[in-house]
Nanobody, 115 residues
Framework: QVQLVESGGGLVQAGGSLRLSCAAS????????MGWYRQAPGKLREWVAT???????NYADSVKGRFTISRDNAKNTVYLQMNSLKPEDTAVYYC?????????WGQGTQVTVSS
């Protein structure tokens, strides 16, 4: 089993920044993909960004240039640096780790951006 614990959410004004963290514990394999997803009220969960254990990253067009995903493999932790936040970024942000054979989600952390 794998446990994921997100932190770093909160309330911020438009244009501000937040940094989310997600620490993984349990039966972690070193080779995996970690990512962030989000779900706004009344909307489906959507992909935000992913990073492989080797380092390549991918971003949704809506956050490209504003968000940066990174990871510390020694700490089994993935981060999401969010800059130039917009009210439409308001959502519950979820961490995910997956590889063939397993797929785990965190409990989510709320990010609210006021206008």
């Amino acid at each position: 089993q794998v446990q994921l614990v997100e932190s770093g959410g909160g309330l911020v004004q438009a244009g501000g920044s937040l940094r989310l963290s997600c620490a993984a514990s349990g039966s972690i394999f070193s080779i995996n993909t970690m990512g962030w997803y989000r779900q706004a009220p009344g909307k489906l969960r959507e992909w935000v960004a992913t990073i492989t254990s080797g380092g390549p990253t991918n971003y949704a067009d809506s956050v490209k240039g504003r968000f940066t995903i990174s990871r510390d493999n020694a700490k089994n932790t993935v981060y999401l640096q969010m800059n130039s936040l917009k009210p439409e970024d308001t959502a519950v942000y979820y961490c995910r780790v997956k590889r063939p054979g397993y797929d785990f989600w965190g409990q989510g952390t709320q990010v609210t951006v006021s206008s």
